[in-house]
T-cell receptor, first 114, second 114 residues
Framework: GESVGLHLPTLSVQEGDNSIINCAYS??????FIWYKQESGKGPQFIID?????DKRQGQRVTVLLNKTVKHLSLQIAATQPGDSAVYFC?????????????FGTGTRLTIIP | GAGVSQSPRYKVAKRGQDVALRCDPI?????LFWYQQALGQGPEFLTY????????KSGLPSDRFFAERPEGSVSTLKIQRTQQEDSAVYLC????????????FGSGTRLTVV
């Protein structure tokens, strides 16, 4: 399949280790944030979301941290597996009637080393 | 089907040609979105439908881009007089509710203008 991104920031992690992917978002008014995973040739796949009234949310093997003071999001993936290799995007939205769109960051390519 | 279906999967168009890209959302989904993803970039919002109503077309880059969803189900993104800068992956997403909550994306149509 085609490459999702050729010149993205990259992160290489040994299989079984934990990984942290960071994202700086742009709009201080944003109140909803999502992490997506995108594999080559596929559309973005929802991983986890968080609202601005929270600073941490956990899922299965994933944790999202939100620091509104510095407009920073992170995605932690525990015990990484080869299937975690993909490009990861953060996305933001601020609730306003009629504003349904997400603004995506530039993405990070995560490579899991077997 | 179980997911968002887009066709064609790949499209090569000569510069100046008109193209039509199709999106079949998940059955019953109210919201439908189109995004454009250039190589190495995150998706960028193009337009949003709630049922058959196009509520936001602020992301359409020029009047050569037109989208419709006449019966509130299938949507078509049309690009007239294609130019090289239109080369990108066009992603469709749908959601069962209004608001930017956990859309499901299709795999996209990769458009190459030569």
């Amino acid at each position: 399949g085609e490459s999702v991104g050729l010149h993205l920031p990259t992160l290489s992690v040994q299989e079984g280790d934990n990984s942290i992917i960071n994202c700086a978002y742009s709009n201080s008014a944003s109140d909803y944030f999502i992490w997506y995973k995108q594999e080559s040739g596929k559309g973005p796949q929802f991983i986890i979301d968080i609202r601005s009234n929270m600073d941490k949310r956990q899922g299965q093997r994933v944790t999202v941290l939100l620091n509104k003071t510095v407009k920073h999001l992170s995605l932690q993936i525990a015990a990484t597996q080869p299937g975690d290799s993909a490009v990861y995007f953060c996305a933001e939205n601020y609730y306003n009637f009629g504003n349904e769109k997400l603004t995506f960051g530039t993405g990070t390519r995560l490579t899991i080393i077997p | 089907g179980a997911g968002v279906s887009q066709s064609p999967r790949y499209k090569v168009a000569k510069r100046g040609q008109d193209v039509a890209l199709r999106c079949d959302p998940i059955s019953g989904h109210v919201s439908l979105f189109w995004y454009q993803q250039a190589l190495g970039q995150g998706p960028e919002f193009l337009t949003y439908f709630q049922n058959e109503a196009q509520l936001d077309k602020s992301g359409l880059p020029s009047d050569r881009f037109f989208a419709e969803r006449p019966e509130g189900s299938v949507s078509t993104l049309k690009i007239q007089r294609t130019q090289q800068e239109d080369s990108a992956v066009y992603l469709c997403a749908s959601s069962p509710r209004t608001g930017a909550y956990g859309y499901t994306f299709g795999s996209g149509t990769r458009l190459t203008v030569v």
